[in-house]
């Protein structure tokens, strides 16, 4: 490779781990140019990337960078899963890896936090951003019809209990 076409990369790179709200690296060594689109796809589909990357300019990429400290992980044939979501490189990696074993998880990053290979299983555990949005809005809303429930109940029993009473008399 030019070293112009080096430096180029080592720079797309420095973008991808400066911008990415998660990095996960694993080994994709005997996976099938059908199994890595499978994997592409899926991580299109949930909004992260999925990249192969030569060890030494990852390593170089990473070098000044919050996320240094997962450039020991760079041996081996490694890819690079990463998303602006902190969880969803992370779920569909880690989902792909539990079917098929030629996708071994070896680490990766959280914001300036490094993971080791529990830590990226135990981030995809967790519910993704729209999920979380979606159960706070709940939350919110919840409260506001408890309220309008309680607020018509007492009107409800007044209105029964006259009813009652009118029968009463009519009867």
Do not use: C, W
């Not at 080096?6 to 400066?18: I, N």
């Not at 960078?65 to 992370?90: N, Q, R, W």
């Amino acid at each position: 490779m030019e070293k112009a076409k080096k430096s180029e990369v080592v720079e797309e790179l420095k973008g991808v781990f400066a911008n990415a709200g998660s990095v996960v690296v694993a080994h994709y060594s005997g996976m099938t140019v059908a199994q890595m689109g499978d994997l592409r796809s899926r991580m299109r589909a949930a909004g992260a990337s999925f990249k192969v990357a030569k060890n030494r300019l990852a390593v170089r990429a990473l070098q000044g960078t919050a996320v240094e400290a997962i450039s020991h992980l760079f041996k081996g044939p490694t890819g690079i899963a990463y998303s602006k979501d902190p969880v969803a490189a992370s779920k569909v990696a880690v989902a792909y890896a539990k079917d098929n074993a030629k996708l071994v998880i070896l680490g990766g990053s959280v914001g300036a936090t490094a993971l080791d290979a529990e830590g990226v299983k135990a981030l995809a555990s967790l519910p993704s951003l729209d999920e979380l949005r979606g159960k706070i809005v709940g939350l919110l809303l919840a409260p506001a019809t408890k309220v309008a429930g309680v607020i018509q109940a007492p009107a409800g029993q007044l209105a029964r209990v006259i009813g009652a009473y009118s029968k009463k008399e009519a009867a």
